[in-house]
């Protein structure tokens, strides 16, 4: 069964702390994604990884840095965390040589609270 | 270019009744459309997707979908909603490949009423 793991589910930061978001997924996949989902906005992408070391900046990357040293591993950082960025963050991973749909596999979020 | 849209952010059904949630699209090149479900304080999970083949898409737990060029729609329905259907819904559409381009609908929330 295939899987993308979020490590943790839910974390309680305080303003200024820096934040480490860690997504492993075990299909091989190039493709790696950070999505940012609050209510009423949808999901917007914050980096994708279309390869190891590799990363470009999606919609609001402002505040978020990203980083991929191993190909199953793409972890999201928050250099000082800010109350605005109490959020659900989703991870996703994909393959290119899917060539016919691109489907996005997700992991189960995490759930960010800054205080 | 490409965008989506959920014509609208809330549905409620009675259970036993017919489910419809309504996607259009735009895309300048042939994409791939994706239904997700995403249950509360849950990840996304794949119910459907259309990659060119039939348009009468089927998918999990009885949803269907039909991708009706003409119309740019990709519309969710159910013949009859059950309560574990209660989550919400998400239309996407893709560019595959490489680069990939993803574009996610704002979502609908489908509420079932006993």
């Known amino acids: 069964d295939v899987k993308v793991t979020q490590s943790s589910r839910y974390l309680v930061k305080r303003t200024g702390e820096k934040v480490f978001l860690e997504c492993v997924q075990d299909?091989?996949?190039?493709?790696m994604f950070w999505y940012r989902q609050d209510p009423g906005l949808g999901l917007r992408l914050i980096y994708f990884s279309y390869d190891v070391k590799m990363k470009e900046k999606g919609d609001i990357p402002e505040g978020y840095s990203v980083s991929r040293e191993k190909k199953e591993r793409f972890s999201l950082i928050l250099e000082s965390a800010s109350t605005n960025q109490t959020s659900m963050y989703l991870c996703a991973s994909s393959s290119p040589g899917d060539r016919i749909s691109g489907e996005l596999f997700f992991g189960e979020g995490s759930r960010l609270t800054v205080l | 270019a490409q965008s989506v849209t959920q014509l609208d952010s809330h549905v409620s059904v009675s259970e036993g009744t017919p489910v419809l949630l309504r996607c259009n699209y735009s895309?300048?090149?042939?994409?791939?459309l994706f239904w997700y479900v995403q249950h509360p304080n849950k990840g996304l999970q794949l119910l459907l997707k259309y990659t060119s083949a039939a348009t009468l898409v089927k998918g999990i737990n009885g949803f269907e979908a039909e991708f009706k060029k003409s119309e740019t729609s990709f519309h969710l329905t159910k013949p009859s909603a059950h309560m574990s259907d209660a989550a919400e819904y998400f239309c996407v559409v893709s560019r595959p490949g490489g680069y990939q381009k993803v574009t996610f609908g704002t979502g609908t929330k489908l509420q079932v009423i006993p």
């Open positions: 895309s300048s090149y042939s994409p791939s």
């Open positions: 299909m091989d996949h190039e493709n």
